[in-house]
């Protein structure tokens, strides 16, 4: 789908689930594509970009450094110091080790690093996040760090059958978002919703959809392996 067809399709889920367009942010997933499919992506317009690996990464972002960086793969604590200094979010914080180490290696010059807490909605235990009875108590651990800015939450759900399903999963996370706020967090964003189900997660809330596959036109297993290994 071409980038003008993906946001008119967002802009019309927008209007159908009475969403403010504006409210619903889109990241261009580009793990795995090559760094052309980027550039001509970004020539296109998009500002934002999520990458899983941080190897992979580092050239594209030296490619490309005035668009937005949003790491949203599992963090190994060796690479906290370089996802600190080189992206402008991390979507996949998952305990408060993690937390810290972001903080403290974020350079000083820069603005503080947008967080999410991933949580873990299947309770799967191979899936990373952050279990939903224990969000509450890392997001005040990380509202106390100087050098993050805990923005919300996000979510990786096990592929749902039905679109209620879906939408089902997905209000749990925004329920536990309003639950945060109830408790005086100034939380703005809910990350969630990917190529097979943004529209369930703009009915839900989502602020900032993570879209691969849909964007870039191939499917994974064309795409060479990457680990960060
Ligand atoms: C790969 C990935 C996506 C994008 O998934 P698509 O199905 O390709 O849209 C979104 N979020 C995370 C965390 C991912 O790893």
Known sequence: ????????????YAKKYARNPADIHLLAVS??????????????GQRAFGE???????PKIAALPTAEWHFIGKIQTNKTRAIATHFSW??????????????EQRPSEFPPLNICI???LDAENSKGGVQ????????EQCIALPNVRLRGLMALPAPAKTFIQQRATF??????????IQKALPLDTLSMGTSQDFEAAIAEGATII????AIFDTPYKELRNYSDG
Not at 1 to 12: E, F, Y
Request: hydrophobic share 45%.
């Open 118 to 120: 991933e949580v873990n």
């Open 171 to 180: 209000s749990r996370l925004r329920d536990i978002r309003d639950t945060l």
């Open 52 to 58: 899983n690996y941080l190897q992979e990464a580092l």
């Open 1 to 12: 789908m071409s980038l003008t067809l993906l946001l008119q399709q967002i802009a019309a």
């Open 210 to 213: 993570r879209i691969g596959t």
């Open 132 to 139: 939903a009875a224990d969000v509450f108590a890392l997001a």
């Open 90 to 103: 991390v979507h996949s914080v998952e305990n408060s080790k993690i937390a810290k180490r972001l903080s």
């Open 31 to 44: 793990k795995k594509q090559p760094i052309e499919k980027v550039i001509a992506l970004h020539t296109a």
